[in-house]
């Protein structure tokens, strides 16, 4: 596993070198990119779950708040 800020220069070599391996973003860049694309401010309860998702440390605490997030009536 390779952790990147989504330099897709960075991520087109590392593919290369590595190609069996699996990129992820990292946390802040993970907010950061999602912040981008909806107003937070106007969500905040979703925003709360959205960052309590990125830092699960348990599979079934991501797992809950995936089906939480994913049956949002504000998502769909």
């Known amino acids: 596993m390779i952790i990147t800020d ?3 220069a960075q991520m087109n070599v590392l593919r290369l070198i590595y190609p069996n391996s699996q990129m992820l973003l ?3 860049h993970m907010l950061h990119a999602m912040r981008s694309h909806f ?10 779950k959205v960052k309590a998702l990125v830092n699960a440390l ?3 605490d991501f797992v ?5 997030i994913s049956n949002d009536s504000l998502v769909l």
Not at 39 to 47: A, V
């Open 39 to 48: 107003n937070t401010s106007k969500f905040l309860k979703l925003w709360a």
């Open 26 to 28: 990292s946390k802040w």
């Open 64 to 68: 809950k708040l995936w089906v939480e």
């Open 58 to 60: 348990q599979l079934a």
């Open 6 to 8: 989504c330099n897709h």
